[in-house]
């Protein structure tokens, strides 16, 4: 529920001031003012997972590997070399992550 908090706010004795028929008339009020929501377009932005996704189209620049990366040959995943953990004794290198 959204809260003004411009409005003025009530002391103690302006609560205890206030009727039994106007708290009432307020709880009403409240439960009278429902907001209508269109489930259709609530639901038209949700994504399921395992949904159809065929009909989509993906479009990504790929770069080549740069001068200062390598590929992992554990995970084999593009990483800088300051990921680098050691060469295995074939000579390939592999990532700080893989070596843990």
């Known amino acids: 529920m959204a809260t003004d908090y ?3 706010r009530k002391t103690d004795d302006d609560v205890n001031e206030d009727s039994i028929e106007e708290l009432k008339a307020r709880r009403n009020d409240k439960s009278a003012s429902t907001v209508d929501v269109d489930e259709f377009e609530q639901a038209e932005g949700l994504e399921l ?3 159809d996704l065929s009909n ?3 479009s990504v620049r790929v770069l080549p590997r740069q001068a200062d990366e390598f590929t992992c040959m ?3 995943l ?3 070399r300051s990921q680098l ?8 290198p592999i990532c ?3 070596a843990a």
């Open 6 to 8: 411009d409005t003025p």
């Open 49 to 51: 997972p395992g949904a």
């Open 56 to 58: 989509e189209e993906l």
């Open 74 to 76: 554990s995970c084999f």
């Open 78 to 80: 593009v990483h800088h």
């Open 85 to 92: 953990a050691s060469e295995t004794k074939n000579g390939q």
């Open 96 to 98: 700080r992550d893989c």
